[in-house]
């Protein structure tokens, strides 16, 4: 399963609304995607599965959405923290794919 | 909470094997799926593979012919060998549990004479 993330990049300034978008090539049953964080020289963290609920500890501005094999991860006010590279995943079947990531940076 | 670090060479020569260890802690490593991601530099995150505590095996299709990963449980460590590896499999890689529910920090293995 392809994974195609829009737009490549989103610079937005803090408190502003981010809009990530991910689209599958076939469905994802079972609403088998993730959506993660990746920082600068860290590891991805989990935000998003199963495809609206929140992983542990991850703040309520974050919230994740889907409509047949379109996903969407918003952001309703930008933290300064939260500027980084985004990437959604499919692991409804093998092998699990990722997107090419949206990096949401400061304007 | 599990906690997953990984070891190994940071340097491997091309044409030998990449050998790197996942030792596990919070938990046993039974009930859960354990998988292997790489990222090279600068780039995206492949899936290489995963394993279940049963000994059950998966593996990305474009590595397939070069992965094996396996486990000790009774050491609570996931393994990853890589044979003929090349420039190509210059990345972090990480272990993690399940799909994407806990990472380690990574290793950053270079292939290189």
């Known amino acids: 399963i392809v994974l195609t993330q829009s737009p490549g990049t989103l610079s937005l300034s803090p408190g502003e609304r981010a809009t990530l978008s991910c689209r599958a090539s076939?469905?994802?049953?079972?609403?088998?995607l993730a959506w993660y964080q990746q920082k600068p020289g860290q590891a991805p963290r989990l935000l998003i599965y199963?495809?609206?609920t929140r992983a542990t500890d991850i703040p309520e501005r974050f919230s994740a959405s889907e409509s047949g094999t379109d996903f969407t991860l918003t952001i309703s006010r930008l933290e300064p923290e939260d500027f980084a590279v985004y990437y959604c995943?499919?692991?409804?079947?093998?092998?699990?794919?990722f997107g090419p990531g949206t990096k949401v940076d400061i304007k | 909470q599990f906690q997953l670090q990984e070891s190994g060479p940071g340097l491997v020569k091309p044409s030998e094997t990449l050998s790197l260890t996942c030792t596990v802690s919070?938990?046993?490593?039974?009930?859960?799926?354990w998988s292997w991601i790489r990222q090279p530099p600068g780039k995206g995150l492949e899936w290489i593979g995963y394993?279940?505590?049963?000994?059950?095996?998966d593996y990305n299709p474009s590595l397939k012919s070069r992965v094996t990963i396996s486990f000790d449980a009774s050491r609570n460590e996931v393994f990853l060998d890589l044979s003929s590896v090349t420039a190509a499999d210059t990345a972090v890689y990480y272990c993690?549990?399940?799909?994407?529910?806990?990472w380690g920090q990574g290793i950053l293995v270079t292939v290189s004479s």
């Open positions: 394993l279940y505590y049963s000994g059950t095996t």
């Open positions: 919070g938990g046993p490593i039974s009930n859960y799926y």
């Open positions: 199963g495809p609206s």
């Open positions: 995943q499919q692991y409804h079947q093998t092998p699990l794919t």
């Open positions: 076939q469905s994802v049953t079972s609403s088998h």
């Open positions: 993690v549990r399940a799909y994407g529910a806990s």
